[in-house]
């Protein structure tokens, strides 16, 4: 299983960017996937996470910012990040597990992605 995140860049305040996760060699019919971010110095933190029964939860610090969706037909997981502010600069990874419960817990995840930076200016 290869998951691989793109799409990061460097913003201003109040734009938006589209993070992508693409899952090669995922075929667990029941599944959660997960956006994390991890700041210099802070812990990874889980912001957004989708599973197979189509159920989403964010976190306080994005939640009506940040929308996570998914295409199946290109098995492509994504992150819509609108109205960024420069604490949400951080790198950002996709991660997965074969269970539907939705989780922000890092420790429960043991498949992730390489990461893709986001820079948020003011």
């Known amino acids: 299983v290869i998951l691989e995140e793109s799409g990061g860049g460097a913003v201003q305040a109040g734009e938006s960017l589209r993070l992508s996760c693409r899952l090669t060699g995922w075929t667990y019919e029941y599944y959660c996937l997960t956006w994390f971010r991890q700041a210099p110095g802070k812990s990874r933190e889980g912001i957004a996470a989708?599973?197979?029964?189509?159920?989403?939860m964010y976190s306080d610090s994005v939640k009506g910012r940040f929308t996570i969706s998914k295409d199946n037909a290109k098995n492509t997981l994504y992150l819509q990040m609108d109205n960024l502010q420069p604490d949400d600069t951080a790198t950002y990874y996709c991660?997965?597990?074969?269970?539907?419960?939705?989780?922000?817990?890092?420790?429960?995840?043991?498949?992730w992605g390489q990461g893709t930076q986001v820079t948020v200016s003011p």
């Open positions: 989708l599973s197979s029964e189509s159920t989403t």
């Open positions: 991660a997965a597990r074969p269970f539907p419960q939705l989780v922000l817990d890092r420790d429960r995840y043991h498949r």
